[in-house]
């Protein structure tokens, strides 16, 4: 369902998915906008509202989100960070790979199912044993 969400957004404001990492409680997403468009602001709300409405109202809902009438399944904050050359594209894209070990869900990159590096790693981007063991990434959230 995210799949077909992530199409349809595309859809209606085109982007390019360099790279994406789905968790189960948050999702890493590099894009690539069109050339003189910077909101990208517009297209991560679009997938997370077209994808939340799909969704049955089962999760747990605190006092103010049920106020607001939000969703409990999306955090509520987001990290945005501009790349700002090759190098930093590289870092960027290690670090979302790189996240499903970072939180325990896997000891190898490769075997997380929900992530980018699979296709990646078919063009040749990646080795197949790329992630692991420890990785030391300066970027991303701190803490």
């Not at 050339?35 to 997938?47: A, C, E, N, Q, S």
């Not at 799909?54 to 399944?73: F, V």
């Amino acid at each position: 369902m995210l799949r077909t969400v992530v199409r349809q957004a595309k859809d209606r404001h085109p982007f390019h998915l360099d790279g994406w990492v789905v968790l189960p409680e948050h999702m890493h997403i590099i894009l690539t906008l069109p050339l003189g468009d910077d909101d990208f602001v517009k297209r991560i709300r679009l997938i997370k509202n077209l994808f939340s409405r799909r969704l049955p109202r089962t999760e747990h809902r605190s006092q103010a989100r049920q106020k607001r009438n939000e969703r409990g399944i999306w955090q509520q904050r987001y990290w945005e960070h501009t790349i700002r050359d090759d190098r930093d594209y590289a870092a960027h894209m290690d670090y979302l790979h790189y996240n499903p070990v970072k939180h325990g869900y896997v000891t190898r990159v490769k075997n997380w199912p929900y992530s980018s590096f699979h296709n990646l790693m078919g063009l040749q981007v990646y080795p197949a044993d790329w992630g692991g063991c420890v990785i030391d990434l300066e970027v991303g959230e701190r803490g």
